[in-house]
């Protein structure tokens, strides 16, 4: 499974140039993507401004000595590479398992070009019965779980914050409730309805904006878009 994401990652660098404005999106596939960047970057002498996606993506392109800028300080996104959570054969995928999808989805979404890195580990028959990360303002938590389990007949459980007492909170202020649906059907039509209620910021499903999606193999990477 390590050796996919680094094949994958590896694979995403043949898409960046010198002097690019890059979306670094977040978890364990994008950490090794700005691991490898930041290596190239030196060696090749390349001036690459980034923005990144969590908190956490921020200390590791320091880290990798890369230029970290704010979304509004670049004038266009040339390039977002981010991982994912599972992903439909039709390219349309769940990602917030670290709940930094809000950021990742304004980044992806904004980028000319948005490159998904996964291993095989991540590639699903179909988005049923995955956990949906929705974030959502925390004076509205328990409203939108309830009109979520009323509209969808589904699931919806608020994220617990890992060691610690009450709710998993957000880079962004918010909780995450995590919602199950029996069946998707149409991941565009989930997307846009999630949206529509009443306090939710952002979803974890990405199927409005098509992605190149790189899978990292036993040998090699395979590119699908």
Do not use: Q
Request: proline share 4%; glycine share 10%.
């Amino acid at each position: 499974m390590a050796e996919g994401k680094t094949r994958a990652a590896k694979a995403a660098l043949e898409f960046v140039k010198d002097g690019m404005e890059i979306g670094l999106g977040s978890g364990s596939t994008a950490a090794e993507f700005i691991r490898l960047l930041g290596a190239r970057a030196k060696t090749r002498k390349w001036k690459l401004s980034c923005v990144p996606t969590s908190e956490d993506s921020r200390t590791l392109a320091l880290k990798a000595g890369l230029t970290v800028v704010a979304l509004d300080e670049v004038r266009k996104l040339d390039l977002a590479v981010d991982g994912a959570d599972a992903v439909d054969p039709n390219l349309n995928m769940i990602k917030g398992g670290g709940g930094c999808h809000a950021r990742e989805k304004v980044v992806a979404y904004a980028a000319k070009k948005f490159v998904c890195i996964v291993d095989e580990s991540k590639m699903k028959k179909s988005l049923d019965n995955y956990p949906v990360p929705v974030e959502v303002l925390p004076f509205a938590a328990a409203h939108a779980a309830k009109s979520i389990e009323k509209t969808w007949a589904a699931k919806a459980v608020l994220r617990r914050g890992g060691g610690k007492v009450g709710p998993l909170v957000t880079d962004n202020g918010n909780y995450i409730l995590d919602a199950t649906f029996k069946r998707v059907g149409s991941p565009c039509e989930l997307e846009r309805e999630l949206n529509c209620i009443p306090g939710v910021v952002a979803n974890g499903v990405f199927s409005l904006k098509r992605p190149i999606l790189i899978i990292g193999k036993k040998k090699g990477a395979e590119m699908r878009a």
